[in-house]
Each structure stands twice: as C-alpha cells, then as structure tokens.
C-alpha cells in the first residue's frame, strides 16, 4: 500500500509540474527578416532629381544684384563741389567720391540749387535741353517722373510718344499722364534729372548715347558757370 501510495503521489507531482520544455519550443514563431536599408532611404544610386527653378524655396533662388554705379567723375566730381560751396550739401566735400555719396541726398540738393538759379535756365542750349526731354524719364520715381515731364511740355512733345517706347514702362504708375504746361524751363526740374545721369542712378535698361552724354554735360558745365 505505501508503494501504491508512492507511485500516485509521484504521477500527481509529474501532472502538476507544468508543460515540458520541448512543448514551448517545438514550434517557435518565426521572426520577419530585418527591413533592408535600401527600402528606408531609398534607391541611392538614382536619386530624385531636384526640382525645377520655379519650385525651388526661396533661400535657394539666387537675388538679383544691383547696379554698381559708376558716376561720370568728372561731372559728378564738379556737380558736388559745387553744391558743396553752396552749402546745399552738408558735411565734406565729396567731390573726388563721388560713388560714396546717396544719389537721392543729391537730387535732392541739386533741385534745391536749381531753385534758387532760376535764371540761369533762360541762357540754356534749348537743343541740349530738348534732346534730355525727348530720352524720358530717368527713373519712375514720383517726383523725377513729373519733372521730366513738366520738361517735355515745355517742348510741346506728346507723352504718349515717350511713353510707348519707354523701357520702365510696366513699372510706371504715370504712363501717357500729362501735367500743365510751364512758358518757362523749370531749372529746379533739370537739375533734379541731371544729377540722376552724373551720378549714374537711373536703371541698367536705360542707355545713354554718346550724343546725349554731350548734351548733360554741357548743360551742367553752362549752368554751374552761369550761376558762379
């Protein structure tokens, strides 16, 4: 009876004991592969080609550079010294640099010159003047702009001709605008366009020929003589 008794007692503690080892490992589940790298950061060796001009961000596109001046030195030169003896130029004379000097402080100056020099527009060369009226505008620029047309008035020449074949044309607010005629040339408005010229301030679009270049610097030289 006791080794019946054994024999029960160890069959129980066998039942007990739990699932055999072989039977949690018979069938193991398989694991997938590892992911290949190729299929993460893509094909390599045929990369997306980058996107065109028009796509590009912002800090990508290259900005357009600006127009390095280069003033007539010798007119530039002689219109800030005379400005400066004027005192309409405050500070030192820049005369000799005068790529250092803010083309609108001087346009500013010189119209303010020209204003008080009134009189010395009645001795002008009207075929020097009337060759910088038939070139346009030197810029579209509020001001400049009326000033250059109050000078095509003067000489009766129709806006409509200037501005058709005007190269800042689509940036103008003030295409084929007609201002009231003056029975005089207004020096403060010639001297505001010619200091844009001598200084080299107006748009890279604009040419000024030879025949032109002639007749502002006459213009110039007649007018700071006369108003010695």
């Known amino acids: 009876m006791a080794l019946s008794a054994a024999r029960r007692l160890s069959s129980s503690s066998t039942a007990a004991a739990g699932p055999k080892l072989s039977s949690i490992f018979r069938n193991p589940k ?7 790298l190729s299929s993460l950061f893509g094909d390599r060796k045929h990369p997306s080609p980058p996107p065109a001009s028009g796509d590009e961000p912002l800090w990508r596109r290259p900005r357009p550079r600006p127009k390095t001046r280069e003033p007539w030195e010798e007119e530039a030169g002689a219109l800030l010294r005379r400005l400066h003896q004027g005192l309409y130029l405050p500070g030192p004379d820049l005369s000799s640099a005068p790529h250092a000097v803010s083309p609108d402080v001087v346009k500013a100056a ?9 009189v010395v ?38 806006e409509d001709k200037i501005c058709s074949s005007c190269k800042l044309r689509s940036s103008c607010k003030f295409v084929n605008q007609e201002v009231t005629r003056h029975n005089k040339v207004i020096l403060s408005d010639t001297m505001r366009i010619i200091s844009l010229f001598v200084l080299d301030a107006f748009p890279k679009e604009l040419q000024v020929t030879a025949e032109l270049k002639a007749s502002i610097c006459k213009l110039l030289k007649d007018t700071i003589n006369l108003s010695s």
């Open 30 to 36: 398989r694991r997938s592969p590892p992911t290949n």
């Open 110 to 118: 010189a119209e303010r010159f020209g204003h008080d020099n009134q």
């Open 121 to 158: 527009a009645k001795w002008l060369s009207g075929s020097d003047l009337k060759k910088l009226a038939l070139f346009g505008c030197p810029t579209v620029e509020r001001r400049t702009v009326f000033a250059s047309k109050r000078l095509r008035a003067f000489f009766n020449i129709q």
